[in-house]
């Protein structure tokens, strides 16, 4: 098994002032490959720093993939600090310099002098392709150590990885086969409940069951190498049994996404009417294409179960909507939710606490407890159902 670091580079990210996207992504990545990380470390803007950790990690890891610092300005020192860890010099590279000057004369601008830092690399480096940048990349041996440099920017960084990084790995690595991955997402249920039920399972050998909270949902995930699948596949359908009423997608699809689909292979449309969930619910499923055929948010107040429910109703009819969906404002910690359909209406009143999480997190649950409606009703599973630390408190249908 090959050894695969990350460093992450740049004052904003060890301070916390931006999400380290990329890392994320990479680590995900790369699992996919087969060749996970073992390691993951962040340094900000100091020369000194960056000399330091690149000249310890290159004794102990095999791949290093060090990212950020590969701009114009004073504090992008990445290609310095590597050549300094080398004892060796910075080189303009004349044929990255020409590509940089067409890349800005394409675009009718000028390209700053501070720009032709952006071809200076290690002596002894190997160019990396950016296709979509102005910042290369570039390949250096540090001991033990193939170290790749990238450009911070998301979409120059994962192109670079795809496209030019990985291959090289490929050549001078015998990869093993990826391993596998079985997904599914439940929404109601509690962590603990879930792994009461699902530590007493047998799991075969190198096979982990993991979890991942994410306010409203657990993520299960059975993970092994690709030498147990047929042993993992015949174990999965006892997580699904698990999980029951309270799952609500496999793989990494996404609700949002799953409902749209459905939509579309129904020839359904929806309309919407958002109080409390601010127009969260149309931003989720619009994000995935679907089938919206009108979408409101409308000012909080006071409405029994009876009238969202009625209120949906006449909002399907005077929109000529196959389904509609409402969410009322909050009234003393209750919500109501409404769905009318071909077949009838169904409402929902939920008692929701205000105090134990935040605007943000409760306007998320309650967009996913609206979505799970409409896809309980797609798939033809009824309304009414266990909702684990859910509140339901009232309930009504009407034809």
Known sequence: MINVEMLSTGD????????????????????????????????????????????????????????????????????????????????????????????????????????????????????????????????????????????????????MVADQILPRIRERFQLPEPPLCLRLTTFGRSESDLAQSLDPLKLPPGVTMGYRSSMPIIELKLTGPASEREAMLKLWPEVQKVAGESLIFEGTEGLAAQISRRLQEQNLSLTLSEQFTSGLIALQLGRENAPLLASEVVPCQQETLAQTARWTSERRTNHFAGLALAVSGLEQDHLNFALSTPEGTHALRVKFSTSRHSLAVRQEVCAMMALNMVRRWLNGKPLASEHGWINVVDSLAFS
């Open 12 to 159: 904003e990210v060890l301070h916390g002032q931006i999400i380290d996207t990329n890392a994320a992504w990479l680590a995900d990545f790369l699992f996919q490959q087969g060749v996970p990380l073992i390691r993951r470390n962040t340094v900000g803007d100091s020369l000194d720093s960056l000399v330091s950790i690149l000249r310890e990690r290159s004794e102990h890891a095999d791949i290093l993939i060090v990212n950020g610092g590969l701009g114009p300005t004073s504090d992008d020192l990445s290609a310095l600090a590597a050549a300094t860890a080398k004892g060796e010099g910075l080189v303009l590279h004349e044929e990255w310099l020409s590509q940089m000057e067409r890349f800005f004369n394409e675009r009718g601008r000028v390209m700053a002098p501070s720009n032709r830092k952006q071809a200076e690399i290690p002596a002894s480096a190997e160019l990396i392709d950016n296709p979509v940048g102005t910042a290369c990349g570039f390949a250096v041996q540090l001991n033990r150590c193939l170290m790749f440099f990238t450009p911070g920017v998301p979409s120059e960084f994962k192109v």
